[in-house]
Every structure is written in C-alpha cells, then in structure tokens.
C-alpha cells in the first residue's frame, strides 16, 4: 500500500500567509525522512480555505530539497489552466525531479474560483475532458496541438523534450458517475475525498473498475483516498481536536462548496455536492452529515486508525492513501506531532 501526504494549505490560524505557506512546505519536506511514498499540494485560490495557486512551482521547491519521495499534484486544476502550459510545466518539473512527478489533475468545483478565471462552473466537465486528452498526448510526445471547443493550439513542439513516459503516472479526481467514466476511458488512476460513509462510493468505484478493465484489458489501478487525519494516543485529546478544529474545516468545505446552495442540482456532473447539501438540508441532516464526514475519514488514536482502515479495504478494495494533517487551524506543533505519530505508528502497519 502507497501512503502519501497531501497539502491544504489552509489559514486558518490567523497568522500571515507567508509563515503559514512556509510551515505547510516545510511539512511536505519532513515527510520524506517520515516514511511516506509520496507528496503533493491541492490547488486553490483567493481564500483561507486552501492557498497553493502553483502546485508546480511548490513542488519543484521541494523536489530541490529531498531525493526520493514522488511528487503529485493533487490536483492541477484544467479549467483555471491553459493545457499547454500544464504540459510544459509537467514536463520541466518531471526533469528536475528526475522523473518523481505523477500528475494529478482535476475540475474544481467552487464557483468563487472559476468566476475569478472567467470560466463557468457548469463548463467544466467539456474543458476538463478536452484539456486532459490535449495534456496525456503532449507529455508523452512532446507535442500539443488541438483544434477543439474549448482549445485552439497551433501545433508546438514542447522543450525541454519529455525524458520518461507517464504511463501510471496520471492521477483524476473523480467525486462523480461522469468523472468516474472518463477516468476509467481515458485510463487514468482515481483520486477521491473522504466526504462520507464509503458504502456510498462503492458502486461509483466498482463501476470504475470494472470498465477500467474492459477498456484497457488490464486492472485498475488502486484508487486514492485523500483523508483528513486526527491520530494522537489520547482519546481525550483526538476528541477535542475534532470538536474545535475538525469541526471548523467542515464548516469551511461547507461554504466554500456551498453545499447549502441549489446550484449544484442543475449541474448532474456533482452530484456528490448535491447529496452533500441534500443531507444537510433533511431533518437532524446537518448533524449526521457532520458524523458521516468524520466516519469517512482518518481520527482517532493509531489503533483505531488501523482497525478504520481494514473495515474501509474490505468496502472498497484496494487503496491508496494521501493523509491530509494540516487543517482547521490546528497550530504547527500538533500538525507536525500528529504526523509524526501517524508515521510511527500507523504508518508501518499500513505498508506491510
């Protein structure tokens, strides 16, 4: 099993965004000599609720300051981002790395943000999959060229060339029936967000799966389960963490999402935001759907971690993960002493 580490950067500390970007960069450096497989930031702009607006650019200062530990973007965003730009950044990371990049690419999902771009929400799934067919050619060949709705690139040749292919190397977030098809067609591995009770997500996963291997004659690949993490010894102490910091990064996701909001109910392609909101919406939902978040994900003590995890690989299968401690303005010194601990303790037991 592949355990990696994911990166909010989320402030909501109240300190100055340039400490708090530097303690979240420092974190993923530290998590080499910690054990884990790999690293990568999301991509988010504008807010408190996740500021890293150039994965390439983070992850290639991190590349210079460790030797081994891969490199994912988690995700580069396709509608905020010209393909062919995408593609060069990926292919000058890739070499300064020395070929740890994967690349992991995703649609977002916030209004605010797509607005700010100029690009509509509802756009997303066409630029999305125009953009990522334009990026898995032209990282491969060193070539970009499209003539498409949404992309009109003259043929360019990439330099520096592409030195290693990225066959197994590219990543989709897919929350939805429609993303989870176009993963398993274009024959990308899958990244989720625990937003839940697994037993939900099973038939979207199978279904993966299961067209993955019609298409490709091969397995899927195991899918990625991006998890928020509590994991300290005292019960007492994982409780109270969760009461005052988990708590607050679920009232953050809530309203950058706007899960409370209708729109996602004429956008079929997220759904999982529907759902969000519809259960949140019924009686006592907003309560349960608060339950079902912290269920879905990855707190409590380095015991009850490890039994969470086995009762998790018997619903869905195969898994990979990208641990996510750094939330809800959770100071430094507990973020780093939980990852520590989840290094430890879980980690080895996860990877035997």
Sequence with gaps: MR???HLGYQNCNGIPDAEKFRQETQLAIEAEAMGFDYVGPVEHHFTDYAACPDPFGMLSYVAAKTNHIE?????????????????????QLDILSEGRLILGMGRGAARREFRSFG??????????????????EGIE?????????????????????????????????????SSVEVAARYGLQTLRFSQGDWRNAVPEINSYRETFEQLHKKAAPPFIISDFVLCFEDKRRVTEYC???????FAQVANHYEFMSDHFKELPS???????????????????????????NLIGTPEELIEHHLERAQMVGDYS????????????????????????????????
């Excluded at 690009?119 to 898995?136: G, N, T």
């Excluded at 009461?243 to 990064?249: E, G, I, L």
């Excluded at 997220?270 to 879905?296: F, H, P």
């Design 141 to 177: 060949t060193g070539i970009v060229e499209a003539d498409t709705k949404w992309y009109q690139i003259p043929r360019t040749e990439i330099r520096p060339r592409p030195f290693k292919s990225f066959k197994d190397r590219t990543v989709m977030v897919s929350m939805s029936p």
């Design 243 to 249: 009461d005052s910091y988990f708590s607050a990064m």
């Design 321 to 352: 993960i990208l641990a996510n401690f750094s939330f809800g303005g959770l100071p430094y010194e507990l973020v780093y002493e939980q990852a520590k601990l989840f290094a430890d303790k879980v980690l080895p037991k996860l990877k035997s």
């Design 3 to 5: 355990v990696g580490m």
């Design 71 to 91: 490199l994912i973007t988690g995700a580069v965003i396709l509608p905020w981002n010209n393909p062919l730009r995408v593609v060069e950044q990926a292919i």
């Design 119 to 136: 690009a509509e929400l509802a756009d997303s799934r066409e630029m999305f999959d125009e953009a990522a067919l334009i990026i898995m």
């Design 270 to 296: 997220y759904s999982t935001y529907m759902l969000m909101g519809q259960a949140a919406e019924a009686a006592g939902g907003a309560d349960k759907a608060y339950r079902d978040y912290i269920a879905g």
